[in-house]
């Protein structure tokens, strides 16, 4: 429930903040607090604090997929529906993929989640790889 709680104020707080100019650095900060909290989620063994990584997990998030959305709408001109139909399935596929992938992971480490959380890493890094690069393509533009 803190979890969604917090994950509903950073996307009141996205709504509210002019972010035009600093949308990648939004998106980057983010992506790096996610990685923070998947570090508390994983190697901090007070329970209490994990249970504080999940709802910061909650906090980072809520700005990727409004700050997505922002990103593709305002790099597409005129993408539409279809635009915002793949939007919608590449997001379903990564929330499919996602967890897939950590229960893969804690599977074959002897059901360990605290290393399939640790796995998870790869995505916020990858997020932040992808935004460094249009961030790189749009200097040449």
Known sequence: MVDQCLNDVSLINFRLEDITSDENKLQQNSAVLCMVSYLMIAFIPVPALGILG????????????????????????????????????????????????????????????????????????????????IGSLRKYD
């Not at 409004?66 to 597409?76: R, W």
């Not at 590449?90 to 967890?99: E, Q, R």
């Not at 796995?119 to 790889?129: E, G, N, R, T, W």
């Open 54 to 133: 999940c709802a910061v997990c909650g906090l980072s998030v809520g700005i990727m997929w409004p700050g997505t959305f922002s990103m593709a709408a305002a790099s597409v001109k005129r993408g539409g529906t279809a635009l915002f139909a793949l939007l919608a399935l590449a997001g379903d596929v990564g929330c499919s993929s996602g967890p897939t992938y950590v229960g893969m992971i804690s599977g074959a480490l002897n059901d360990n989640l605290k290393l399939g959380i640790f796995a998870a890493l790869i995505f916020p890094v990858l997020m932040i790889m992808g935004i460094k690069m």
